[in-house]
């Protein structure tokens, strides 16, 4: 029997943790414009704004596949997991921790997503060529080491 709501209250906060400190990014030439850093995976939804310096601009459409790939992705592990491997039971206090745990780091990216004049789209209307990717965690540090090489 496979306790679809335990599942469900794992997946939920575990899918928005996940997809803020993990991802992929991606340094591109955008046509008729400059080089930039942008983030998403599978599809890019964050990019640098054109209007000011620190801005941010979202691709909604984007946003929300990557969003439901995660999601999607997170919810068949832990189900094969419960299914096969062993049934998933967690404690009342630690899945509090955990949504204390992804509300901060929602807060937190909220506030990034908002302070700084960000620009919203329903998809992003401009092309680009891709010059090289890799995988981000919100903590790691030697990326930024790749992002100096940026311009030179």
């Known amino acids: 029997m496979v306790n679809k709501k335990a ?13 803020i400190l993990f ?14 850093v942008m983030y998403g995976f599978p599809l890019i939804y964050k ?19 990557d969003f439901l790939f995660y999601f999607t992705v997170l919810s068949a592990i832990l189900f094969l997991i419960n299914r ?3 049934e998933i039971k967690i404690k009342r206090s630690l899945l509090i921790f955990i949504y204390i745990i992804t509300g901060a780091l929602l807060a937190i990216e909220i506030l990034f997503a908002v ?13 680009i060529e891709v010059r090289q ?12 080491d790749i992002f100096k090489n940026l311009h030179q």
């Open 84 to 86: 096969f491997i062993s």
């Open 7 to 19: 599942i469900l209250n794992l997946t939920l906060p575990l899918t928005i943790i996940i997809f």
């Open 133 to 144: 990717t890799g995988v981000k965690f919100y903590f790691y540090e030697k990326e930024r």
């Open 115 to 127: 302070a700084f004049e960000p620009s919203f789209s329903i998809k992003r209307d401009f092309d």
């Open 47 to 65: 990019s640098p704004a054109f209007h000011t310096s620190l801005a941010e601009q979202y691709f909604i459409m984007e946003f929300l596949i």
């Open 23 to 36: 991802t992929k990014w991606w340094i591109v030439d955008i046509v008729d414009g400059s080089d930039a």
